[in-house]
């Protein structure tokens, strides 16, 4: 061999050591901060195998340093974020549906409901961590009879730590801004299920003046004009710009929980410009993954004069920055409700004699609203090619699909109902029994805590989406299993696609390669099931919702400060050049971006 050669292996063998040298440091910082990390790997695997798995994830994560993964996010975590970056800062959430809902009881008294909402359950750790203030749509039936004098109830009852503002809508309002503009243009606009968007002048007159009024309340619940305003969904895309035009010193994070289209699509919308407008409003958009905050970008290049910083993921429109990054959202961990909850055995019990499940059959469970993104009819088609295939399990196997009635006055809806109620009977009837039905469907309502014994009953979760931002029943179903059982279908065409990667990911349009993907599900042994639970155990509670919050409020933070850097550069003596000019690069330096 050469000198040559024996110098090139010298420097292979040196570069291999230095990558082990590193992967061990950065092991061993992540020890000091996850002190059980070491019951993380899964069989077989080393501790630097796993260190260096949990690196690359941070890699593919937008904007993300590896250090974000050795802070352990809490809401301890939010409160310090608050009381370092952002000190005396009010936190103000508006959404469209309120996390506590007081309805009438038929003998006059008043009954609370948590809705088993995805964002609900997202936002109400949160908010619970910065004693903010929420304010949303109420629209139970006892909502006015038990607010204050300024529609304020303090929540969670029993133990209050924030204020939920109620805003009170007529039908009419209701009718066109909710079921008829968000739900009928921009739900089925943002989601590639082939449901054609039905846009009409009355309905965006009437979202333009519901979002009109949600600003009216956010400036009357601002305690300054400095307030930290996290903007949720597709119901208030005009809003951040109406709450810009009247406190300009506000930081406005508007998060868009759905997908957004292509630029092709989105210009379906006859009211694209006044819709982008209104979101470049916003000091930060977020997504929940950089496919959908890359389509975003896209439509304001195509359709508004702006300038794109691609770099720096920022829109400059109107003499104001946006940022646009992707924030993957997620479920609190632990998950406090499953402290109240029995074992595992126990809910298998409960829920098998609740929906008459036979013994010797496995659970597959799907749990949504019953909206037609979601993929419903095509487990039953998946379901029926396993039976066609695989006759033996016939028999072996029950689907309980819980899905919750959901904009039922609107004919897309109405029509799902009926084709998911006609196909589980067909099914019924040709592969049942006086004793055995294989699909079990419950187009009912169910407690948080209801959804979650469901769960841990489970052998199968599907999570089947046609198209969707994040869904958070994937991550509520891994949560749920501290026992390391069960096993997780999802859709490719969900965002938690992105992160739960061992999950079974399948394509919900084909429903040969979905039975076949049920088949290795059910007959998945407890060694395989247990490592894969425990890495997206990992993943879900490393990438927990106080992440998600914490890092759009760091962002907030280093906005702030950059607005602030900016004022004293303007108000700053000159130079002895004469140049009263911060580079981009010092001002970078000085709010914290690097």
């Keep these: 061999m050469t000198q040559y050669g024996v110098l090139l292996l010298v420097l292979i063998f040196a570069s291999l050591g230095l990558s082990v040298f590193a992967i061990f440091i950065s092991f061993s910082r992540y020890r000091r901060n996850h002190p059980r990390a070491s019951t993380l790997p899964g069989p077989g695997e080393d501790v630097a195998t796993e260190a260096a798995r ?6 593919e994560k937008n904007g993300q340093s590896v250090d974000a993964a050795l802070v352990t996010w809490s809401p301890d975590t939010l409160r310090k974020i608050l009381a370092d970056e952002l000190p005396d ?9 309120e996390p506590y809902i007081h309805n009438q009881t038929r003998d006059g008294g008043v009954e609370l ?21 929420w ?14 004098g300024n529609d304020r109830v303090q929540v969670p009852p029993g133990h209050p730590s924030y204020t939920l503002r109620r805003v009170w809508l007529s039908d009419d309002e209701y009718q066109g801004y909710y079921l008829g503009f968000a739900n009928e243009g921009l739900w089925p ?3 590639i299920a082939f449901t054609r968007p039905i846009f009409r002048e009355s309905d965006w007159e009437a979202y333009e003046a519901v979002n009109r009024k949600f600003a009216d ?7 300054n004009e400095r307030p930290i305003v996290l903007v949720q969904d597709y119901h208030f895309a005009l809003l951040p710009r109406m709450i810009r035009e009247r406190l300009p010193e506000a930081i406005v994070i508007t998060f868009w929980h759905i997908p957004w289209p292509n630029s092709e699509v989105f210009s379906i919308c006859p009211w694209r410009e006044r819709i982008l407008d209104g979101l470049l409003g916003s000091s930060i958009v977020g997504f929940h993954t950089q496919y959908h905050a890359n389509n975003f970008t896209e439509s304001v290049d195509r359709f508004m004069e702006s300038r794109i910083e691609r770099a720096d993921a920022a829109i400059s429109y109107g003499g104001q920055v946006t940022l646009v990054h992707s924030y993957p959202i997620s479920i609190e961990w632990p998950v406090e409700l499953l402290k109240a909850l029995p074992s595992v055995e126990e809910c298998r019990v409960r829920v098998r004699k609740r929906f008459r499940i036979p013994a010797g059959a496995k659970l597959c469970v799907g749990v949504e609203r019953l909206d037609y993104t979601k993929g419903i009819l095509d487990r039953f088609h998946a379901l029926e090619e396993l039976f066609i295939r695989h006759p033996e399990m016939v028999g072996k196997v029950v689907f309980l699909q819980i899905a919750a009635p959901s904009r039922g006055t609107l004919p897309a809806y109405k029509q799902l109902h009926e084709e998911c109620l006609r196909c589980a009977e067909e099914l019924n009837q040709r592969y049942g029994s006086e004793f055995y039905r294989p ?27 046609l198209h969707d931002g994040m869904n958070l029943v994937a991550k509520e179903f891994v949560a749920s299993r501290d026992d390391e059982q069960g096993v997780l279908l999802l859709s490719t065409f969900a965002g938690a696609s992105r992160e739960l990667l061992e999950a079974l990911i399948v394509n919900p349009y084909d429903a040969a390669m979905m039975g076949e993907a049920m088949l290795q599900a059910l007959t998945m042994g407890p ?14 509670r490393d990438n927990n919702v106080f992440r998600w919050a914490g890092s759009m409020l760091l962002d907030a933070a280093r906005l702030r400060k950059r607005g602030d850097l900016d004022r004293v550069t303007y108000d700053r003596p000159a130079s002895p050049t004469g140049d009263n000019v911060v580079s981009m690069f010092e001002r970078k330096q000085a709010v914290g971006f690097r």
Excluded at 54 to 59: A, D, N, Q, T, V
Excluded at 89 to 97: F, K
Excluded at 451 to 464: F, G, M, N, S
Excluded at 527 to 540: A, K, N, S
Aim: proline share 2%.
């Design 113 to 133: 409901v948590v809705p088993a909402s995805g964002l609900v359950s997202a936002l109400e750790p949160i908010t619970r961590a910065c004693a903010g203030t």
């Design 89 to 97: 800062a009010q936190v103000i959430v508006v959404s469209n549906r």
């Design 135 to 148: 304010i949303a749509y109420g629209g139970g039936s006892a909502d006015r009879a038990v607010v204050d």
């Design 189 to 191: 606009l943002c989601h």
């Design 439 to 465: 699909v079990v469907m419950v187009a009912e309502h169910h407690s948080q805590a209801a959804v979650y014994e469901l769960y841990r009953a489970a052998d199968i979760c599907l999570v089947t989406s």
């Design 54 to 59: 949990k690196m690359l994830r941070e890699f």
């Design 527 to 540: 060694d395989e099931q247990r490592e894969r639970m425990r890495r997206m155990r990992e993943i879900v």
């Design 217 to 223: 309340t956010v400036v009357a619940e601002a305690r």
